[in-house]
């Protein structure tokens, strides 16, 4: 039906219930790529100094942050009254803010604080759900989700030991529920997606791509490369997951036209 109506998948509170404007992928690189440009910079200075994971120091803490703390940037550049105006920016740069000290916590992982470093993700994953919202709910998409978890925590559950038994359980389910609630929005069949939506989606997948190649290198066994892919996904998930945070910004355009 023509008329049919739904819900933008980052913002529920402000879309309410309106069929999303397809927005030119040229017109979001126009607008958002020059935000964009200290993230490149910093990502790149990170795989250009490569620093040794082996000798963990602040200085390579602050390296592999600086792309996120960039994402903060790049969220703030869109005013401090965008932020006030829409919860779901705000959510994404706190999950962003989590991921950072997460980050942090993972260039010492082999001193300990491996466990802190889940913490600080599980957060973001929560915040980055409730950022993305409930509507549409999507069963089938989540039904997907949940079979990919599913038989990902049966791979690694053989390795697993003590507390991150269930620690990774619960790990994998809150990722799981937020992979579900960044794709339930997105409907091809139907036409009814915003590329700033199939950004958030994407990024949820490569997210999911990047902590699982942790899980298997870290409980499992070695995996090739296993850095670079870790950190290549990583960094392009955070991008298109703060990406779509300005689809809010998009919709009030569409409204204001309207």
């Known amino acids: 039906m023509s008329e049919q109506l739904s819900v933008s998948l980052v913002d529920p509170d402000i879309s309410e219930w309106i069929k999303p404007e397809m927005v030119s992928p040229v017109t979001v690189v126009k607008s958002e790529g020059p935000k964009l440009v200290p993230f490149f910079k910093a990502t790149c200075v990170y795989f250009v100094l490569w620093l040794p994971t082996s000798s963990p120091s602040w200085f ?24 006030v105006a829409h919860s779901s920016a705000r959510k994404i740069l706190a999950g962003l803010i989590f991921s950072a000290l997460g980050d942090a916590f993972l260039i010492w992982q082999e001193q300990g604080y ?9 957060v973001t994953h929560i915040l980055y759900s409730s950022a993305f919202g409930m509507k549409p709910l999507n069963p089938p998409v989540g039904s997907a989700f949940a079979a990919v978890c599913g038989v990902s925590y049966t791979l690694l559950y053989p390795y697993l030991s003590g507390p991150f038994t269930y620690l990774v359980g619960i790990y994998v389910t809150l990722i799981g529920f937020m992979g579900w609630r960044a794709t339930a929005g997105v409907r091809l069949a139907d036409d009814l997606w ?23 290198n870290k409980f499992c066994f070695p995996v090739p490369h296993s850095r670079a892919i870790i950190m290549a996904t990583y960094y392009a998930a955070q991008m298109l997951i703060a990406l779509s945070a300005v689809e809010c910004q998009y919709a009030d355009a569409s409204r204001k036209r309207g």
Do not use: E, Y
């Open 114 to 122: 491996f466990s802190h470093g889940l913490l600080m993700f599980a």
């Open 60 to 83: 390579s803490a602050l390296i592999k942050c600086l792309p996120i703390v960039c994402l903060w940037v790049f969220l703030l550049a869109h005013g401090i009254g965008f932020l």
């Open 194 to 216: 915003t590329w700033t939506q199939m950004s958030a989606c994407v990024g949820a997948v490569l997210f999911m791509v990047s902590d699982l190649t942790i899980a298997v």
